[in-house]
């Protein structure tokens, strides 16, 4: 079992930028894939960035590239989410995960509990 917790969110202005992190609890995070994802109201939960095991390949949904950077410190079971130039529409609970495959489907076996982004005007 491994447990995921996001801290990080916030009320942020748009144009602003938050930095998310997720720690998980168990040493062997560095054999697991990482993803963000994020839920807005009344919205599905989509796919905003994972990363590999080992940090060497990162994928983003194609809307958010270049304002969002997600990373990784295995020795701190850390796994980070850089958001900059923040919109309205970016707000949403972000939620990260734990799998063993870099995907961009929600198919991943351990979720953090999210948390809550908002961006004002």
């Known amino acids: 079992q491994v447990q995921l917790v996001e801290s990080g969110g916030g009320l942020v202005q748009a144009g602003g930028s938050l930095s998310l992190t997720c720690v998980a609890s168990?040493?062997?995070?560095?054999?697991?894939?990482m993803g963000w994802f994020r839920q807005a109201p009344g919205k599905e939960r989509e796919f905003v960035a994972a990363?590999?095991?080992?940090?060497?390949?990162?994928t983003y949904t194609d809307s958010l590239k270049g304002r969002f950077t997600v990373s990784r410190d295995n020795a701190k079971n850390t796994v980070y989410l850089q958001m900059n130039s923040l919109k309205p529409e970016d707000t949403a609970v972000y939620y990260c995960?734990?799998?063993?495959?870099?995907?961009?489907?929600?198919?991943?076996?351990?979720w953090g509990q999210g948390t809550q982004v908002t961006v004002s005007p």
């Open positions: 995960a734990a799998g063993r495959f870099l995907v961009r489907t929600s198919t991943y076996d351990y």
């Open positions: 168990r040493r062997i995070f560095s054999t697991y894939a």
């Open positions: 990363i590999t095991m080992s940090g060497g390949v990162t």
